[in-house]
Structures are given as structure tokens and as C-alpha cells.
């Protein structure tokens, strides 16, 4: 979707409609944003769940498998060495 500016009237309440097809494309079925407040501007992103699964085989932690996790987290951590 390529930038585009829309005027858009704020009601008494403060209130703006997002556009549609906006909604549909960067929303989905989340129904939340991110409201950024600068000087002079309002940036609003939309709020999405990350899938970090992706990246779980791309972090090396240098150990074969985890089998106890309260072992993995003493190491991870340094924690009772």
C-alpha cells in the first residue's frame, strides 16, 4: 500500500475513523494500536502478535538439547555455580 494523506474530521469526543481498507490490510482481526504522541503529530501503528517461533532455530545457546529446564536456566543465568 503505497502513502497516501487523507483529511479526516475529529468528532467532539476526539474520535477519527480509520481507514477501511487500512483496517483490513494492517489490522486484521486485532482490534488494538499503538498511539504515538509527538510534537505536533500522531503516528498510529496497529498492535500484532509476533511469532518468535521463527527465530528459535537461528539462536545458538551452545548446548545439544534441553532436558531439565531448571538446569538450562542455572546455566543460561549463571545462577547457583
Not at 467532539?12 to 480509520?18: A, D, P, T, V
Not at 496497529?46 to 539462536?59: A, G, I, Q, S
Not at 531439565?68 to 545462577?79: L, Q, S
Request: glycine content about 8%; aromatic content about 10%; overall charge positive.
Amino acid at each position: 500500500m503505497e502513502a497516501r494523506v487523507e483529511v479526516k474530521k475529529v468528532d467532539s469526543q476526539g474520535r477519527i475513523i480509520l481507514p477501511a481498507d487500512w483496517r483490513e490490510s494492517e489490522m486484521g482481526e486485532h482490534r488494538e494500536v499503538y498511539v504515538i504522541k509527538g510534537k505536533g503529530y500522531l503516528k498510529i501503528i496497529p498492535k500484532r502478535k509476533v511469532d518468535l517461533t521463527k527465530y528459535f532455530d537461528k539462536v545458538d545457546l551452545n548446548i545439544e538439547a534441553i532436558g531439565d529446564w531448571k538446569d538450562f536456566e542455572r546455566k543460561i543465568y549463571g545462577v547457583g555455580k
